[in-house]
């Protein structure tokens, strides 16, 4: 397996569905190729990210606009 | 007017939501509005339609705070409420002509090996995101990615939905939406490496 191909698996990888066969040359390629391995880390790493990212309910966000605050006070009144 | 000021005391609130109070629904409104609206905008693809789904999530829940169960936390039941908004939305349009993501994914020598030598990155993910800076950095880059790949990444890996409902309110092939996460991926990597890269090496 090329780097390429790795490239290529990482998603089904990461997602636990590379078939057993496949996953063994993976972990074997992976195994000796630095490079691909921290690829593999930052995939992952991404993943994770995005989702705390996303998830962090602290976090300051912008305002509502003060329009779309009206109109959504609006509406209930005539719903 | 403040925009978000923290609900101390949900119960009070819910109660006087429900007791009709005007002041209550402004309140929510302007507390919750505008990280609805980051999901909003996330999900689907103009500001309109961002817009819509707010005011319709709002509607909605405003309508069924009868259903509301207490021990939920409100701001994940109008998230929940939200996000659904948003796939109606999604659902109903057209989608727009793709953007190219090519120049975001990794390239490969002739011999297969990686152009690129990947510079380790600083620290775990979990202090990475400890800090505020670097979670905002990350929601910038999402939204930075090229639409139909941003709005999987969103849907698989943010809000948790699986290949198949995905794919189905994309209409896209199940085939066409795994490929589509993968490279969504593979390109938030590439934007958020130059931040993440350890000054040492």
Redesign the interface.
Known sequence: MKCRELAEFLSDYVNGELPPESCTHFEFHLSKCTNCHEYLVQYEVTIKAGKIACDEMSDEMPAIPDDLVKAVLAARVKA | MA??TPVDDEATLIAQLRAGD?AA??QV??TY???????AR?IVNSEEDA?DA??DA??NA??SLDRFEGNAKL?TWLHRIVVNAALMKLRTRKRKPEQSIEGLL?S?LD????EE?????DE???K??ER?E??????KQ?DALPEGYRTV??LR??EGLDTEESAKVLGLSVNAT?IR??RA??A??TL??PH?RSAAS
């Open positions: 925009s978000a005007d629904f402004e409104v302007r509005g505008g990280r609805l609206l980051a999901v996330r817009r707010v005011q709002f509607l405003f309508r701001s990794p490969f011999d297969g090996h990686h030598r990947f510079q380790s990155w775990p993910v979990d990475l995101m505020a670097n979670r905002a950095l990350v929601r999402i990444l969103v890996d943010i795994k996460l993968h991926r593979q938030l990597r958020l490496a993440f």
